[in-house]
């Protein structure tokens, strides 16, 4: 029984498709999920639903939750079906999307193991909110913005939420610089529209954008404002 290990449903599992989590620290904290390293290939991370929204989840009626059969995996369950549709319209994943390489069971529940975005010093790479707030916008970043929108733009994958904590530079898939979409692909609608009609889904995906480029203006502006104040702060 060595290689098994004993589930709180009274089942086993394999010890070695198993993870403890709840003892380590998150490398990152989502709005839905605790972003760990993964325990043995550190170019791997584990995404587990949040305790809190597990709980949320559990709360809802009865209706709702015959409706959302998924519950509160449901974020995992557009994520691979995206990634799925993704391969099924171009053979290979776009190297703008973040990688998922399996799903493993752990002390929290599901997890999602993805590819780690890294820097090229091979540390993971800060998601475009924290960069912008820590060292401004770049010519670097702003041209693979650019690039990252017309490709997102070209292609038919399927976007639910496009904020920048859910974009990271770094090195892509491909081996590239570049910007990869870590968290938010996916259609949320009951009907599927944006699967159905490219011509909806681009103009769903030019809206995402827009929102996308002012929330990324209002984190440079309060960059420049706090700078502002800082400097007002330090003059006699
Ligand atoms: N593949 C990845 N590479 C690098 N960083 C990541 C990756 N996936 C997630 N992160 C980091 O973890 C944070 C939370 O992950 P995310 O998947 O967006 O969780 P949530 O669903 O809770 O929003 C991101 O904002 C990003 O900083
Ligand atoms: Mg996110």
């Avoid at 015959?66 to 079906?81: N, T, W």
Wanted: aromatic share 6%.
């Amino acid at each position: 029984m060595d290689s098994v290990f004993p589930t709180v449903t009274g089942g086993y599992i394999a010890r070695d498709a198993f993870y403890s989590l709840k003892a380590s620290k998150p490398v990152a904290v989502g709005g839905f999920r605790l972003v760990f390293a993964h325990p043995v290939n550190p170019r791997f991370l584990i995404k587990v639903i949040r305790p809190d929204r597990i709980e949320q989840e559990r709360r809802r009626g009865a209706l709702s939750k015959a409706i959302r059969r998924y519950g509160h995996l449901i974020q995992f369950q557009r994520e691979v079906s995206e990634q799925i549709a993704a391969r099924a319209a171009d053979e290979v994943l776009p190297p703008y999307v973040q990688q998922i390489v399996g799903i493993v069971e752990t002390d929290m529940g599901m997890g999602l193991v993805s590819k780690a975005v890294l820097s090229p010093d091979g540390q993971m790479a800060l998601n475009l909110a924290d960069r912008l707030k820590a060292e401004g916008m770049t010519a670097e970043v702003h041209d693979a913005l650019g690039k990252f929108e017309q490709q997102i733009l070209a292609s038919n994958v399927a976007i639910g939420d496009m904020h920048p904590g859910n974009l990271v530079y770094g090195i892509q898939n491909d081996g590239q610089l570049g910007i990869t979409l870590v968290d938010g692909i996916g259609i949320k609608t009951l009907i599927p529209l944006y699967g159905i009609s490219q011509v909806l889904n681009r103009r769903h995906k030019l809206k995402r954008l827009a929102v996308m480029w002012r929330q990324i203006e209002r984190i440079l502006e309060s960059r420049r404002t706090l700078s502002r104040k800082t400097q007002n702060a330090a003059e006699p």
